[in-house]
């Protein structure tokens, strides 16, 4: 499966330089030149690296790389920025950043870091997000708005089905099959009792609408 990258930089040149050039060499390329919807991209596509400017007109780009660190976003980051001195590059790295790359910089140079950390660390990512929804794949655990939530193994393992398939609508039946072990002596109705209680468990108060009902289908992780 082709990876996919996020650049981000208020340049057009230097946009359409990067989108071509990683295009080219295999990888599907999101193009922004702001922040504005850099959380929506991360929350809707699966991005395995991001490519960062640091000279933005409406956010220094390390702060929100910090910003976005701080709300659970764990993609990796390289930065691209004319900030070249010496104080620059380890700002950068202390804000949440995996690598840095100065301007003008070497197109085969660039390529090659971007491999490399693409290959080093999509063997180490265990985190699956959506929305403020954080499951590590190896403590079993998830988080809501960075707080840690107990769930029953029924629970996690039902709200993993959904964040594993967001925007997805998943009938009851579906949910029976690949939730429910022993699925053919369970009623629809346990599918029904059960969400009910995953509900309360991750939005006690009713206000983020994570799972919603489809009338007679099923239901939608949104």
Same mark, same amino acid.
């Given at each position: 499966?082709?990876?996919?990258?996020?650049?981000?930089?208020?340049?057009?040149?230097?946009?359409?330089?990067?989108?071509?050039?990683?295009?080219?060499?295999?990888?599907?390329?999101?193009?922004?030149?702001?922040?504005?919807?850099?959380?929506?991209?991360?929350?809707?596509?699966?991005?395995?690296?991001?490519?960062?400017?640091?000279?933005?007109?409406?956010?220094?780009?390390?702060?929100f790389?910090?910003?976005?660190?701080?709300?659970?976003?764990?993609?990796?980051?390289?930065?691209?920025?004319a900030?070249?001195?010496?104080?620059?590059?380890?700002?950068?790295?202390?804000?949440?950043?995996?690598?840095?790359?100065?301007?003008?910089?070497?197109?085969?140079?660039?390529?090659? &870091?971007?491999?490399?950390?693409? &290959?080093?660390?999509?063997?180490?990512?265990?985190?699956?997000?959506?929305?403020?929804?954080?499951y590590?794949?190896?403590?079993?655990?998830? &988080?809501?708005?960075?707080?840690?939530?107990?769930?029953?193994?029924?629970?996690?393992?039902?709200?993993?089905?959904?964040?594993?398939?967001?925007?997805?609508?998943?009938?009851?039946?579906?949910?029976?099959?690949?939730?429910?072990?022993?699925?053919?002596?369970?009623?629809?109705?346990?599918?029904?009792?059960?969400?009910?209680?995953?509900?309360?468990?991750?939005?006690?108060?009713?206000?983020?609408?994570?799972?919603?009902?489809v &009338?007679?289908?099923?239901?939608?992780?949104?």
């Amino acid at each position: 499966m082709k990876k996919t990258i996020l650049i981000v930089d208020d340049e057009e040149d230097i946009l359409d330089l990067l989108d071509y050039t990683l295009s080219s060499a295999g990888y599907d390329v999101i193009p922004c030149v702001d922040t504005s919807n850099v959380r929506d991209i991360l929350d809707e596509e699966e991005i395995s690296l991001i490519l960062m400017d640091r000279n933005l007109p409406s956010v220094e780009g390390s702060m929100f790389i910090e910003t976005i660190r701080q709300e659970g976003y764990n993609q990796p980051v390289i930065y691209v920025s004319a900030k070249d001195l010496s104080e620059n590059i380890v700002e950068g790295f202390e804000r949440g950043g995996d690598d840095y790359i100065t301007k003008p910089f070497n197109i085969a140079e660039l390529k090659a &870091r971007v491999s490399a950390l693409i &290959r080093r660390t999509s063997q180490t990512q265990d985190v699956i997000k959506h929305r403020d929804i954080l499951y590590n794949t190896s403590s079993k655990s998830f &988080r809501v708005a960075n707080e840690p939530v107990k769930l029953t193994h029924l629970e996690s393992e039902l709200l993993l089905e959904f964040i594993k398939n967001p925007n997805v609508l998943l009938s009851r039946d579906t949910l029976l099959e690949r939730v429910w072990e022993d699925s053919e002596n369970k009623q629809l109705k346990t599918v029904n009792v059960a969400i009910k209680r995953l509900k309360e468990s991750i939005d006690p108060k009713g206000e983020k609408n994570y799972i919603q009902a489809v &009338r007679g289908e099923g239901y939608m992780f949104c």
